[in-house]
């Protein structure tokens, strides 16, 4: 069907042409050239610290600590299964918990995600996803006790996440309002404990697309709500849009996240991963249908008119398609351009603003980060911790003329990581970060298995294009988006680690498969 249309036959003569021939040449030899390169060399070879942070005294003290507390646990597990021998509640385990659906560590891990996503903003706290952190941290222990899970040390999440922690921490030290600094240290323990969990359990491709199952439904279910609040009406607030500027644009839709930029940024992170879901549902009825449904949310984010996502999605879109096929990359854009005359007038009034100088949200921004540089300049090594109460206490004497109200963090994740954590936590997360990027990469040239192809394709999509975000707004200031980074983060490294262990030919158990 879509050869014989003129989209298909427009690519077709694309394909024969002179053109795309020189283009594919020089392509070629400019591809040979850099594969061969320093530069690229450096980029894939393994890293040369984390061995040594292996064997150092602090991993093996880590370790130790961890083998000890499974050990106790174990024990305790033993003889409590001596004593149950042939008890009422040993059957009940046997014949209704082992094996289930419901009752197992994914399910809940799964569920929690999913929860946390699609409960409204109102009836929202953070201290449920601290509970829930701890919680699963320690039922994940007491599995590896009972020895249904292996131990996952410290030392195998790497060496920069370490340091970011230890950055998170010590800027208590340095902080302008402790107890506040305390109170937004609990979300980094959050988000950190989250990313444990998911890359310390998520081994298998089964559990993945498990767990990418679970953010499905609540990428849908979030997107079904967006929708019922443009049904419903949504307020225009001055403190989200230039109203002179952006006539005609209504508002903005937020989902179950109470902001649309927070909603936005949601989306950008959660919607490849889930449309991996989608795509390897094995049966075509179920399928197509769920395929189909990635639609809504992609609906959902033109509503919520935020135009820092809009282009971070544009981005993971490209990175999609030119990790799955190249060839596809002209036909996405000759799609994208033919999208054009289809937008909403509103959507184009929000696009055409982002080119506007007289824009006031884009302006702010500029007279906010003007101020924030000079922060920068008098904080760089220590930071002034952790928390907007410290910012706020520091802010004023550094602001601008035109950002001196309504000011609660520098509007970008890089400038904040310096502001509160110094340069140790600046480093030691972009480092996390680009490792993660190449780390993905690398594995998606190591495998040939399709979901996890697609799962790193997704990922790494994420991870960059919400990276893009993370230049133009402060994504971790609302804590929901600030796990679900962590969480992305989290399924790339379990991602990452199916296929390192594909590559042994090692089973969830340690055993060779061959």
Same mark, same amino acid.
């Given at each position: 069907?879509?050869?014989?249309?003129?989209?298909?036959?427009?690519?077709?003569?694309?394909?024969?042409?002179?053109?795309?021939v020189?283009?594919?040449?020089?392509?070629?030899?400019?591809?040979?050239a850099?594969?061969?390169s320093?530069?690229?060399?450096?980029?894939?070879?393994?890293s040369?610290?984390?061995?040594?942070?292996?064997?150092?005294?602090?991993?093996?003290?880590?370790?130790?600590?961890?083998?000890?507390?499974?050990c106790?646990?174990?024990?305790?597990?033993?003889?409590?299964?001596?004593?149950? +021998?042939g =008890?009422?509640?040993?059957?009940?385990?046997r %014949?209704?918990? /082992?094996g289930?659906? *419901? @009752?197992?560590?994914?399910? &809940?891990?799964?569920?929690?995600?999913?929860?946390?996503?699609?409960?409204?903003?109102?009836?929202?706290?953070?201290?449920?996803?601290?509970?829930?952190?701890?919680?699963?941290?320690?039922?994940?222990?007491?599995?590896v006790g009972?020895?249904?899970?292996?131990?996952?040390?410290l030392?195998?999440?790497?060496?920069?996440?370490?340091?970011?922690?230890?950055?998170?921490?010590?800027s208590?030290?340095?902080?302008?309002?402790?107890?506040?600094?305390?109170?937004?240290?609990?979300?980094?323990?959050?988000?950190?404990?989250?990313?444990? +969990?998911? =890359?310390?359990?998520?081994?298998?491709?089964? %559990?993945?697309? /498990?767990?990418?199952? *679970? @953010?499905?439904?609540?990428? &849908?279910?979030?997107?079904?709500?967006?929708?019922?609040?443009?049904?419903?009406?949504v307020?225009v607030?001055?403190?989200?849009?230039?109203?002179?500027?952006n006539?005609?644009?209504?508002?903005?839709?937020?989902?179950?996240?109470?902001?649309?930029?927070n909603?936005?940024?949601?989306?950008?992170?959660?919607?490849?991963?889930?449309?991996?879901?989608?795509?390897?549902?094995?049966?075509?009825?179920?399928?197509?249908?769920?395929?189909?449904?990635?639609?809504?949310?992609?609906?959902?984010?033109?509503?919520?008119?935020?135009?820092?996502?809009?282009?971070?999605?544009?981005?993971?879109?490209?990175?999609?398609?030119?990790?799955?096929?190249?060839k596809?990359?002209?036909?996405f854009f000759?799609?994208?351009?033919?999208?054009?005359?289809?937008?909403?007038?509103?959507?184009?009034?929000?696009?055409?603003?982002?080119?506007?100088?007289?824009?006031?949200?884009?302006?702010?921004?500029?007279?906010?980060?003007?101020?924030?540089?000079?922060?920068?300049?008098?904080?760089?090594?220590?930071?002034?911790?952790?928390?907007?109460?410290?910012?706020?206490?520091?802010?004023?004497?550094y602001?601008?003329?035109?950002?001196?109200?309504?000011?609660?963090?520098?509007?970008?994740?890089?400038?904040?990581?310096?502001?509160?954590?110094?340069?140790?936590g600046?480093?030691?997360?972009?480092?996390?970060?680009?490792?993660?990027?190449?780390?993905?990469?690398?594995?998606?040239?190591?495998?040939?298995?399709?979901?996890?192809k697609?799962?790193?394709?997704?990922?790494?999509?994420?991870?960059?294009?919400?990276?893009?975000?993370?230049?133009?707004?402060?994504?971790?200031?609302?804590?929901?988006?600030?796990?679900?980074?962590?969480?992305?983060?989290?399924?790339?490294?379990?991602?990452?680690?199916?296929?390192?262990?594909?590559?042994?030919?090692?089973?969830?158990?340690?055993?060779?498969?061959?």
């Open positions: 069907m879509l050869s014989s249309s003129v989209l298909g036959k427009t690519y077709y003569i694309w394909l024969q042409s002179g053109t795309f020189l283009l594919q040449t020089i392509f070629g030899a400019f591809s040979r850099f594969s061969e320093t530069i690229i060399h450096w980029f894939v070879r393994d040369r610290v984390e061995p040594i942070y292996r064997q150092s005294l602090f991993a093996r003290i880590f370790k130790a600590i961890l083998d000890f507390i499974t106790v646990i174990g024990r305790i597990f033993s003889s409590i299964s001596k004593a149950a +021998v =008890s009422v509640s040993a059957a009940f385990v %014949r209704y918990v /082992k289930s659906f *419901f @009752i197992n560590f994914e399910t &809940i891990l799964g569920g929690f995600i999913c929860l946390m996503f699609i409960i409204p903003h109102d009836y929202w706290s953070n201290s449920y996803a601290l509970l829930a952190a701890l919680g699963l941290f320690v039922l994940y222990l007491l599995m009972a020895g249904k899970r292996k131990s996952f040390y030392h195998d999440m790497g060496f920069p996440i370490l340091l970011f922690a230890f950055a998170c921490v010590f208590i030290a340095f902080s302008f309002d402790r107890s506040d600094s305390f109170r937004v240290l609990l979300f980094y323990v959050t988000a950190l404990l989250l990313l444990y +969990v998911i =890359s310390a359990d998520i081994t298998t491709k089964e %559990r993945l697309m /498990k767990l990418l199952g *679970f @953010i499905y439904v609540a990428v &849908i279910i979030s997107a079904l709500f967006a929708f019922y609040q443009r049904l419903t009406g307020a607030s001055a403190s989200l849009t230039d109203l002179e500027i006539k005609g644009v209504p508002g903005r839709v937020f989902g179950t996240l109470g902001n649309p930029n909603y936005a940024e949601f989306l950008v992170m959660m919607t490849p991963v889930a449309a991996v879901f989608a795509a390897n549902i094995k049966r075509a009825w179920m399928r197509i249908p769920l395929c189909m449904g990635i639609l809504l949310p992609f609906g959902a984010l033109l509503m919520t008119y935020s135009r820092s996502c809009w282009i971070s999605m544009m981005l993971a879109c490209i990175i999609f398609v030119y990790y799955a096929d190249k596809l990359i002209p036909a000759l799609i994208c351009v033919a999208a054009f005359p289809f937008l909403p007038d509103s959507v184009m009034i929000r696009i055409q603003s982002i080119f506007n100088s007289q824009d006031t949200s884009s302006m702010f921004r500029i007279y906010i980060w003007s101020g924030t540089i000079k922060i920068v300049r008098d904080y760089f090594l220590t930071g002034i911790g952790l928390g907007p109460a410290s910012f706020a206490v520091v802010y004023p004497d602001a601008n003329i035109h950002a001196q109200v309504g000011v609660p963090h520098s509007h970008m994740v890089y400038m904040e990581l310096i502001i509160e954590l110094g340069v140790l600046f480093i030691s997360f972009m480092w996390f970060m680009l490792r993660l990027w190449k780390d993905s990469a690398r594995s998606l040239l190591r495998t040939s298995d399709k979901m996890s697609l799962a790193l394709i997704a990922c790494i999509s994420s991870l960059i294009a919400i990276s893009f975000a993370f230049g133009a707004e402060y994504v971790w200031y609302y804590p929901r988006t600030f796990f679900a980074y962590f969480i992305l983060a989290g399924i790339s490294t379990a991602a990452i680690r199916i296929v390192s262990d594909e590559k042994a030919g090692k089973t969830i158990d340690g055993e060779h498969t061959l």
